[in-house]
């Protein structure tokens, strides 16, 4: 089997076009994915498929698609002081099957093959979302909690681990204890990943809690790793952590031997720019 996990930053919504504004990307991309006949799944499915070494339970080709940072574009439509009215992700992926796959919510419950179809990695921390809120989005609150259980409950959108608090650049010196500013490579010690990794998911779990849900992967702030996290925290202590799956953004696609704490995943405007690009990235998936 071959596939390729699509990573998008709702947040990034600076333009008009393709290259400037993800959410112009990823409708693009996911028409692009439907003209192919590439199945999507979700990456609960190629976590659990890892995990048990079913690589079988995938189709053999496949793509999957996820968001991080957690601002609410992922979830509800945004006006942009600038660019106007930006669709949400999860309308984008609505729009979409509402045109590809007529009556998917006719019951108001989804089927199946619907479930998880996007993941959205949050942050746990509400002090470090506020930080990052003030820090990057001019002090807008995009980094709100309230759409969580939301959209676990319908399930279109997932919503899973995105650590503590990203051990993000913008944080203040004294809101660093877990991580040195901007690298998550230095989550390196137990302590550290206790409180990134478990305590993280605990926090989210909460708020998942009332609609019967909880988190079960994890995806690396800015895609760092450590040799602790990769080869010791996350394979030998999974009884504490919880996660079944850890997701970084090394360009790379996924087959049989993928480690199930090292998935790669593809950021858009990194690992691709342009829509030739992207369906150059397909073509990969079905030919190798
Ligand atoms: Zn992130």
Not at 82 to 94: E, K, V
Request: glycine fraction near 6%; hydrophobic fraction near 40%.
């Amino acid at each position: 089997m071959r596939g390729a996990v699509f990573t998008y930053h709702a947040q990034n919504c600076g333009g008009y076009d393709y290259a400037s504004n993800d959410h112009i990307a990823f409708a693009a991309d996911l028409h692009a994915v439907h003209e192919a006949g590439l199945p999507v799944v979700s990456l609960l499915d190629i976590a659990l498929a890892l995990a048990t070494r079913t690589p079988q339970a995938l189709p053999s080709h496949f793509v999957a698609f996820s968001c991080d940072d957690g601002t609410s574009l992922d979830w509800a439509d945004y006006d942009h002081p600038q660019f106007g009215r930006q669709r949400a992700f999860a309308n984008i992926l609505r729009d979409h099957l509402a045109r590809t796959s007529p009556g998917t919510f006719t019951d108001s419950t989804l089927t199946d093959s619907t479930q998880n179809l996007l993941t959205a990695f949050v942050i746990a921390c509400p002090v470090a979302r506020a930080a990052i809120d003030h820090g990057c989005y001019g002090g807008l609150p995009l980094s709100d909690d309230n759409w969580w259980a939301e959209a676990a409950a319908e399930g279109l959108v997932a919503i899973e681990n995105h650590s503590w608090d990203h051990v993000h650049a913008t944080l203040p010196a004294s809101l660093q204890r877990y991580g040195a500013g901007g690298d998550f490579s230095s989550v390196d010690n137990y302590a550290r990943a206790d409180r990134q990794v478990r305590c993280a998911a605990q926090c989210i779990d909460e708020r998942l809690r009332p609609v019967g849900k909880r988190t079960q992967l994890f995806a690396y702030p800015y895609g760092h790793t450590s040799p602790y996290l990769t080869r010791d925290y996350f394979p030998t202590l999974q009884h504490e952590h919880g996660m079944l799956a850890a997701f970084t953004t090394q360009q790379a696609l996924i087959d049989h031997a993928t480690p199930v704490y090292e998935i790669p995943r593809l950021v858009c405007a990194d690992a691709w720019r342009t829509p030739q690009e992207f369906q150059a990235i397909l073509r990969r998936i079905v030919h190798g």
